[in-house]
T-cell receptor
Framework: AQSVTQPDIHITVSEGASLELRCNYS??????LFWYVQSPGQGLQLLLK??????LVQGIKGFEAEFKRSQSSFNLRKPSVHWSDAAEYFC????????????FGSGTRLSIRP | DADVTQTPRNRITKTGKRIMLECSQT?????MYWYRQDPGLGLRLIYY???????NKGEISDGYSVSRQAQAKFSLSLESAIPNQTALYFC???????????????FGPGTRLTVL
């Protein structure tokens, strides 16, 4: 079955510290992978996506993610977080078929300690 | 102006009432989606539409119906609302064509629905 697991429900990091949010997926083939961010009271915004090629992808707001096929992972990283990064982050997976739909993980809420 | 708008933004209703949530987009996308978000469950797909004449059930369509009035408009209805439909509802659009894999989705700001 296709699924996305975000094992951390809530993470708190200090402002200026590095961040890594975990994402593992289960899919029949190499999927398309996404990270979305949801700020309080807002809809979801795409941070970055992986379709093919270089397994380290850069996104907006200084985020990056690395696709590791052997680990079925697509972890999100940022070298130095800012207070404005406090939000909920969703990992998502989709297939190559044009009829495929996005499957979202349950989300990780990020809090920033001053 | 926002590319994907949802009305209303907040709604409180009673069990058994019929409710319609509306979504409009100015992005010119063919594909539109309705999701619900519940704490700890992420987003779950209710219905999706790849064009005006193509509407499909998602993973949790029971108790919901949709109408694609035009390319730019996609409405979600709760025929007889029940308390466990209390959730945050999101509309989204994407521009993936038939020969192109699923692309980025653009989300509206959400509608918070409370069923008493």
């Amino acid at each position: 079955a296709q699924s996305v697991t975000q094992p951390d429900i809530h993470i708190t990091v200090s402002e200026g510290a590095s961040l890594e949010l975990r994402c593992n997926y289960s899919y029949g083939a190499t999927p398309y992978l996404f990270w979305y961010v949801q700020s309080p009271g807002q809809g979801l915004q795409l941070l970055l996506k992986y379709f093919s090629g270089d397994t380290l992808v850069q996104g907006i707001k200084g985020f990056e993610a690395e696709f590791k096929r052997s680990q079925s992972s697509f972890n999100l990283r940022k070298p130095s977080v800012h207070w404005s990064d406090a939000a909920e982050y969703f990992c998502a997976v989709a297939g190559y078929s044009s009829a495929s739909k996005i499957i979202f993980g349950s989300g990780t809420r990020l809090s920033i300690r001053p | 102006d926002a590319d994907v708008t949802q009305t209303p933004r907040n709604r409180i209703t009673k069990t058994g009432k019929r409710i319609m949530l509306e979504c409009s987009q100015t992005k010119g996308h063919d594909r539109m989606y309705w999701y619900r978000q519940d704490p700890g469950l992420g987003l779950r797909l209710i219905y999706y539409s790849f064009d005006v004449k193509d509407i499909n059930k998602g993973e949790i369509s029971d108790g919901y119906s949709v109408s694609r009035q035009a390319q730019a408009k996609f409405s979600l209805s709760l025929e007889s609302a029940i308390p466990n439909q209390t959730a945050l509802y999101f509309c989204a659009t994407s521009d993936a064509g038939q020969s192109v894999p699923l692309g980025e989705q653009f989300f509206g700001p959400g509608t918070r629905l409370t069923v008493l």
